[in-house]
Antibody
Framework: QVQLKESGPGLVQPSQTLSLTCTVSGFSLTSNSVSWVRQPPGKGLEWMGAIWSGGSTDYNSALKSRLSISRDTSKSQVFLKMNSLQTEDTAIYFC?????????????WGQGASVTVSS | DIQMTQSPASLSASLEEIVTITCQASQDIGNWLAWYQQKPGKSPQLLIYDATSLADGVPSRFSGSRSGTQYSLKISRLQVEDIGSYYCQQAHSNPPTFGGGTKLELK
């Protein structure tokens, strides 16, 4: 059974760095890719970036200067780090599996991690 | 970035009714189009990929179609469990972008 679970702090101060972990099970990170998608409260979805099965990364140009995605295949974990957080970064952050159907199609989603940026 | 314009933003329909949601791409994306359903308080779930292919486990009352750069999601007989929000997404190029969403409610 494919599962993804996000974990991390629920509250981050402005200008600080967000660190989230996605722990996956039921599939291998060397065979499948993981993308991060976020959703501000009451709003739509924004693709942030991905780490492909081969280990290379791809980022949304709107976030590229602040975003880093990495992984530890031995622990089945993917990491998101984003710096210089502002209030508009308040959102639910989802990790997803992608690449099973198409590179950018996300066929499994985690439950989401709610992140609030506030002092 | 490719813009995806989704309509309507909200929709009220009766049980067993046929429901159609459309999405217009700002440029040619071929069949690189996916649809997702998001139930209240839950994460999105994949319904359709490659514009017309049903994802595993998705009921056959859901279907997707394409006409040029316009894409449609059809629910043939609305069920109570179909209530939620729906998003289209272009999977053609980086960054993959989503439509603004359609909130589907029961009449």
């Amino acid at each position: 059974q494919v599962q993804l679970k996000e974990s991390g702090p629920g509250l981050v101060q402005p200008s600080q760095t967000l660190s989230l972990t996605c722990t996956v099970s039921g599939f291998s990170l060397t065979s499948n890719s993981v993308s991060w998608v976020r959703q501000p409260p009451g709003k739509g979805l924004e693709w942030m970036g991905a780490i492909w099965s081969g280990g290379s990364t791809d980022y949304n140009s709107a976030l590229k200067s602040r975003l880093s995605i990495s992984r530890d295949t031995s622990k089945s974990q993917v990491f998101l780090k984003m710096n210089s957080l502002q209030t508009e970064d308040t959102a639910i952050y989802f990790c997803t599996r992608s690449g099973v159907y198409d590179y950018y199609v996300m066929d499994a989603w985690g439950q989401g991690a709610s992140v609030t940026v506030s002092s | 970035d490719i813009q995806m314009t989704q309509s309507p933003a909200s929709l009220s329909a009766s049980l067993e009714e046929i429901v159609t949601i459309t999405c217009q791409a700002s440029q040619d994306i071929g069949n690189w189009l996916a649809w997702y359903q998001q139930k209240p308080g839950k994460s999105p779930q994949l319904l359709i990929y490659d514009a017309t292919s049903l994802a595993d486990g998705v009921p056959s009352r859901f279907s997707g179609s394409r006409s040029g750069t316009q894409y449609s999601l059809k629910i043939s007989r609305l069920q109570v469990e179909d209530i939620g929000s729906y998003y289209c997404q272009q999977a053609h190029s980086n960054p993959p972008t989503f439509g603004g969403g359609t909130k589907l409610e029961l009449k």
